[in-house]
């Protein structure tokens, strides 16, 4: 038996040479590997007979073309987009694809949903969307990211390339995913709609980019509003809203009863609500940067930052306005705070006035929403949006524009708004009963009168590390927590903002 | 003597041109590497790659869909002249050391605990393996709302009973955000080592013990003279894999505090997943733990030599 056990081995053995040996080990080498460059095409690619625009875009014919880039024929160079003049490329590229007839793309459209907190909403949308894929013919997937995941999925799919053919989010990821090329120009979806229903000025305001065209289309607007229990500031005889910001803290501590209910919801953590401090202090007169946004300048104003600083820092240790766990709450911590009537003040979307109306209809009519108080300087209230973009590579393209221009539809908006949380993105919109509502009502003015993000300063990588460095909340927190001295803090918040800057000045 | 030096020299002679003669797959060592080759490739796939990806990846400016550009040092300098590492350094460290510190002492009663037969004892067994068992989101989360000042158990009880009028902050103050995180964490980890050390002790024989009593030891000298020599390869295990774990723990803090208050429990993952993700500038973020990888190492090898010389 042994030696029959020998005799096998040592057939098998004289067929395995070195030379077969060493490839056998390179084929498993690569089984994984092309395994893994299989998954990265989560969106399937085009059959080579479904490529729209190849035939009609010459200019590719003359350019060494990787099989990749030919299954993008709509895209000129992604990776060069980087500049706004650069950003033409795609919108000429864009053209041909647009007038040759729609081929058929099979395979299944990724629809990244935005979601809210607010269930019937998302799924009155979920049936819309559905709704289309049926009517066109489209396999749609729709995903649904939670607020708090963006950052977390968008770089990882950027990375991975695996972003969705459609993605709703809000309108500051335009900030990281055009420069990169990697959403498609949507300005003819945009004047479009804008021919039937004209944007709203903040809603065009968060749409164009600087280059004039738009790379995404908004599907309500929104902002953090001041959002105040006007029942308990009246019973202390107060007349809401607070003009501004003094007035909001000398408010809180008038009306508060702690520890039952505490005056200012407001988060002063590493969290993107402690960055309305930003705001805050653009709104007493300081600058972050120049006017190109280049050049950090937040060091030229110490005065106007200590107002600010002294501000929050007598608020936080005398008038104790701030509930206990501020200096570590998440994004939810003023949305619970409120909802449980635990304090005055909240600057939010008016997703807690929604949730409100859905779970405490009796603590409504006392609730109040407005536009944010104004600093001495100048009254600062940015506007933002939810929107939609398309991939630029995306083999559903012009799918994904018909499915935007499905989606305004004027019947559909109807009963959208009053299920929304968001405020209007057209002037059409403005009419809908869901505004007429008290504390509705701030919506449209703010769609009307919103600034871009980070007016006055410019939005721009730079803006966004120094917000989401948190280094502004930091500067707060080693005031009221560490006692330290303002000056000093602000020296340090000064140096970071210009170390920060000085990475982008050359960009 | 030439018949010696004939009959040693002559095998030794022939032994080339035998090898050169063997089938391929007859050499041990060919069948050796064979067996091994799935391992090494999943090691080369998962692990060399992403880590030499990384090293490469802290010299250049890599940021999220952006070219990669070799920079130099100038990340390690830009992070070195950051205060904000310097301090997330310290934390790790402090981090670090009193939470192995805690978790042994409390892994070790438990063992001892459930090493000896009481009623009841396979149901402790499994009940304080609950932490340990939990995902760590879920265990921390909990915590963060037992610690939740506005809403959290604690302060209610605290205030029920008249020990407190205005609710503790915890996680938001300085001077109890690190001694919480830390104490949240040791309660999800110490039955690790509870079970390991459990393990140990089964595996050091009565006899000796017998004899230490016999001897008229007391239960502090069979203690530090029978267990604690008994576990000693045990310990070093865990100690070793603890502190990696630790040391590189991020959800414990990035779920409980973010880091804040102004930083006061701010450790090096939580400042490069800052920096990678939340910054989009992976270059730089990689640096991060680039940085810390030799002192990491040095602890390794230390461990890993201590147990060398004991075997």
Not at chain 1, 296 to 311: C, D, H, R, S, Y
Not at chain 1, 480 to 496: C, G, L, R, Y
Not at chain 2, 58 to 67: A, Q, Y
Not at chain 2, 73 to 94: C, D, K, T, W, Y
Request: charged content about 20%; overall charge neutral.
């Amino acid at each position: 038996m042994r030696h029959d056990d020998d005799a096998v081995v040592s057939r098998v053995a004289r067929r395995l040479t070195r030379r077969r040996f060493v490839a056998l080990l390179g084929v498993t080498a690569a089984l994984p590997l092309a395994a893994a460059c299989g998954q990265q095409a989560s969106t399937p690619a085009p059959k080579p007979d479904a490529k729209p625009a190849e035939a009609a875009k010459p200019a590719a014919t003359a350019a060494p073309a990787a099989p990749a880039a030919q299954a993008q024929p709509t895209v000129a160079k992604p990776a060069e987009a980087a500049k706004p003049a650069e950003a033409a490329k795609p919108v000429e590229a864009a053209k041909p694809a647009a007038q040759a007839p729609a081929a058929p793309v099979s395979g299944t459209m990724i629809f990244w949903m935005y979601k809210t907190r607010l269930d019937p909403f998302d799924k009155y949308r979920t049936e819309r969307i559905q709704a289309w894929g049926k009517q066109s013919n489209v396999a749609v997937e729709i995903v649904e990211i939670g607020t708090s995941d963006y950052g977390k999925r968008i770089p990882a799919a950027i990375e991975s390339k695996t972003m969705p053919d459609v993605l709703e989010a809000g309108d500051d990821w335009t900030q990281l995913l055009q420069p990169r090329g990697l959403i498609a120009d949507l300005s003819a979806v945009y004047q479009q709609i804008d021919k039937d229903q004209k944007f709203a000025p903040g809603a065009k305001a968060v749409s164009t980019w600087p280059d004039g065209k738009q790379y995404i289309i908004p599907i309500g607007t929104s902002a953090n509003l001041l959002i105040a229990r006007d029942d308990v500031l009246k019973e202390a005889g107060l007349t809401p809203p607070p003009k501004t910001w003094t007035e909001l803290f000398d408010h809180s501590a008038m009306a508060q009863k702690p520890p039952r209910i505490y005056g200012l919801g407001q988060a002063l953590s590493n969290t993107s609500d402690g960055n309305l401090w930003v705001e805050v202090l653009q709104s007493y007169g300081v600058r972050f940067a120049d006017d190109q946004g280049k050049k950090a300048t937040f060091g030229n104003f110490p005065k106007e930052a200590a107002e600010v600083i002294q501000l929050v820092a007598n608020g936080y240790a005398e008038k104790k306005v701030f509930p206990p766990g501020v200096l570590t709450w998440d994004q939810t911590g003023d949305n619970d705070a409120f909802q449980s009537g635990r304090t005055i003040f909240a600057f939010n979307p008016l997703s807690i006035p929604a949730w409100i109306r859905d779970n405490k209809p009796d603590m409504l009519p006392g609730v109040g929403t407005y536009l944010k108080p104004a600093g001495p300087k100048m009254h600062v209230q940015p506007v933002g949006a939810v929107a939609m973009s398309v991939k630029a590579d995306s083999p559903f393209r012009d799918k994904a524009n018909e499915l935007i221009t499905f989606l305004y539809d004027r019947e559909y908006f109807k009963d959208y708004w009053p299920k929304s949380q968001w405020g209007p993105t057209t002037e059409a919109h403005y009419d809908n009963p869901a505004f007429s509502q008290s504390w509705l009502k701030v919506r449209v003015e703010l769609a009307k009168t919103g600034k871009p993000a980070a007016w006055p300063d410019v939005q721009n990588q730079a803006w966004a590390e120094m917000n989401t460095a948190f280094v502004i909340p930091r500067m707060l927190q080693a005031v009221v927590s560490d006692n330290k001295k303002p000056e000093e803090v602000f020296q340090t918040a000064a140096e970071e903002i210009d170390k920060i800057y000085k990475k982008y000045e050359k960009a | 003597m030439a018949t010696y030096s004939h009959g040693v020299s002559a095998p030794i002679g022939r032994r080339p041109a035998a090898r050169s003669r063997r089938p391929f797959l007859q050499r041990e060592g060919v069948l050796g590497w064979l067996l091994l080759s799935p391992v090494l490739l999943v090691m080369l796939v998962l692990v060399v790659w992403p880590f030499s990806t990384a090293i490469w990846m802290s010299f250049t400016d890599k940021s999220i869909g952006r070219e990669a550009n070799w920079v130099g040092l100038a990340n390690f300098s830009q992070v070195l002249s950051s205060p904000r590492f310097g301090r997330a350094i310290q934390n790790s460290l402090v981090f670090t050391v009193v939470a192995i510190f805690l978790k042994f002492v409390l892994g070790m009663a438990m063992a001892l605990v459930l090493n000896k037969a009481f009623f009841g004892r396979n149901f402790l067994r499994a009940y304080l393996l609950v932490p340990w068992v939990l995902p760590g989101f879920v265990a921390y989360m909990i915590w963060r709302w037992f610690l939740d000042p506005l809403q959290g158990v604690l302060n209610y009880a605290l205030t029920d009973i008249g020990l407190i009028t205005l609710p503790l902050e915890f996680l938001s103050s300085p001077a109890s955000a690190m001694p919480s995180v830390i104490l949240a964490h040791v309660w999800r980890s110490f039955p690790f080592f509870g079970v390991a050390f459990l393990a140990g002790l089964q595996n050091i024989p009565a006899e000796q013990y017998e004899a230490a009593a016999v001897d008229g030891a007391n239960g502090w000298q069979k203690f530090l003279f029978i267990t604690i020599p008994g576990l000693r390869h045990v310990i070093l295990v865990v100690l070793m894999l603890a502190t990696i774990w630790t040391f590189n723990a991020f959800e414990p803090v990035y779920l409980l505090t973010g880091g804040g208050p102004a930083d006061s429990t701010l450790v090096y993952t939580v400042l490069a997943y800052e920096m990678g993700i939340v910054n989009m500038r992976l270059g730089e973020a990689s640096a991060v733990p680039v940085m810390i990888l030799p002192l990491l190492g040095m602890f390794i090898v230390a461990l890993s030599g201590l147990m060398n010389r004991d075997e």
